[in-house]
Structure formats: structure tokens, C-alpha cells
């Protein structure tokens, strides 16, 4: 039925392209004309507009053609796509994206590896991630939950500057759960990696001739021989 409904629709002359009508392809007696930096010319015949538009050495684009008379106005219809084709293609770059990360810890977790673990929600908050902090029980552990709770509520402090409890800890079957959300929001934090990356790509480029030289001289030397180890 849809297809049908389509085709006859393209029958009686409709369009399913989204691009709009540019110059011959406009079929009307007359259109209300907007000039090339956005003055009104007024409603003037559409055989007078491709003639502006020839004059100006642009194309005569439909913008609202739903209007009575339809509005036109006088454009570089390729350089128009390409702009907008870019807006877009920077506002995908820049779109955030929410991402929840995940860490899991088990109860009796050694020092050194909470620091290890603590290192990556830390990166994560900054990222503007959320975490999933997930307490493993094993065992005879399973009958002390307090374990996990404590650990979580450590980690919770030990973070706090970067992000928040978004959901309380909570039992899961052998595990324990618990959401942390970052105070920084991701666009936030993508626009400071940007401005840390630029920073460091000026900071490279704006090395001094004195410098450079030096780091050559330094390169040219040749590197003192190994000593050899004496045989004990």
C-alpha cells in the first residue's frame, strides 16, 4: 500500500528528495526573491530571478516552498552544500556520547591493585564516563557484604572531587553494584582534551632555534661506550 501510495504520489508530480529545487527546476509564475547577503528584492517573476541569478553568476534556490509565492534566494548552491555538509560532519565530531565504564574489585583487594584500579575510574571520571564499580564475592565472602560496602564507600571518598554517587550500592546476586557519575560532563571534557592537546602541539612547535640547535649538537654526539660489568 505504501508503495503504491509513493507512486502515485510521484505520479502526480511530488518528490521524495529532500534537496531542494534550484534554478529550471523551478516551476512557478513567480517567487519572493531574497538577494545574496539576505536583502529582500520582493515578489518578482521567475524569469526575472534566473536572470538575477545569471547576472550574479549563482543559483536560484528554493528555501521555503511551502510559501505563496514560494521564497528563493540567490546562492552558491555547491559552496552552500559544502558548508553545511561540514556544520554537520563537526557537530558528529563533537557530539557526546554517554558511556558507562566498568571496574571490578573483589573484597580483600591488595593495596596496590586498589591504587591500580582507583587510576583507571579516576581517568574515566575525567573522561566525563560514568563507572560501574562491580564487588565480586567468592566463597565464604558472600556472608559479609559489609566488605564491599566499605570498599565502595572508599572508593566514593577517595574520588569524590571528580564524581558523585549516582546509584547507591546495591546487592546483585554475588555481586555488589554501584554507578558513579562524573560532575564533569563529556562535552566539557572533550573540549578540555581538545585545548590540552593544542597546548601541547604549541608548546612542541614553539621550541626556540637555541634549543633546537642544541637538541642537534646533542644528536650528532656519539654515545660513550658501555662500560662492561667486572666479572665477579
Known amino acids: 500500500m505504501a508503495v503504491r501510495q509513493a507512486a502515485a504520489w510521484c505520479y502526480r508530480g511530488g518528490s521524495i528528495s529532500a534537496e531542494p529545487r534550484i534554478n529550471d527546476r523551478i ?8 538577494g545574496p547577503s539576505g536583502e529582500q528584492v520582493g515578489i518578482v517573476p521567475l524569469a526575472k530571478a534566473l536572470e538575477l ?8 534556490v528554493e528555501v521555503a516552498a511551502t510559501a505563496r509565492p514560494p521564497v528563493c534566494k540567490l546562492m552558491d548552491y555547491g559552496k552552500f552544500k559544502y558548508e553545511s555538509a561540514m556544520k554537520a560532519r563537526e557537530a558528529r565530531k563533537n557530539q557526546a556520547h554517554t558511556v558507562i565504564k566498568e571496574m571490578k574489585l573483589r573484597p580483600k583487594i ?8 582507583k587510576g583507571h575510574v579516576v581517568r ?4 566525563g564516563d560514568k563507572v560501574k564499580i562491580t564487588i565480586m564475592f567468592r566463597g565464604r565472602e558472600q556472608s559479609r557484604p559489609e566488605l564491599g560496602f566499605r570498599l565502595l564507600q572508599r ?18 546476586g554475588r555481586n555488589m553494584i554501584m554507578v558513579l557519575g562524573p560532575h564533569k560532563k563529556k562535552t566539557e ?3 578540555e582534551a581538545r585545548e590540552a592537546q593544542a597546548a601541547r602541539k604549541a608548546e612542541r612547535q ?11 649538537v646533542a644528536e650528532a654526539q656519539p654515545e660513550a661506550p658501555a662500560e662492561t660489568p667486572s666479572e665477579a
Open 110 to 117: 591488595d593495596p596496590h591493585d586498589y591504587d591500580t584500579k
Open 124 to 127: 574515566f571520571l575525567k573522561q
Open 206 to 216: 614553539g621550541s626556540t632555534p637555541d634549543a633546537e640547535a642544541a637538541d642537534e
Open 53 to 60: 541569478a545569471q547576472e550574479y553568476d549563482l543559483d536560484l
Open 189 to 191: 571534557a572533550m573540549a
Open 155 to 172: 572508593l566514593a571518598s577517595d574520588v569524590e572531587e571528580l564524581g558523585f554517587i549516582e546509584s547507591n550500592p546495591k546487592q546483585d
Open 27 to 34: 516551476r512557478v509564475p513567480e517567487v519572493r526573491l531574497v
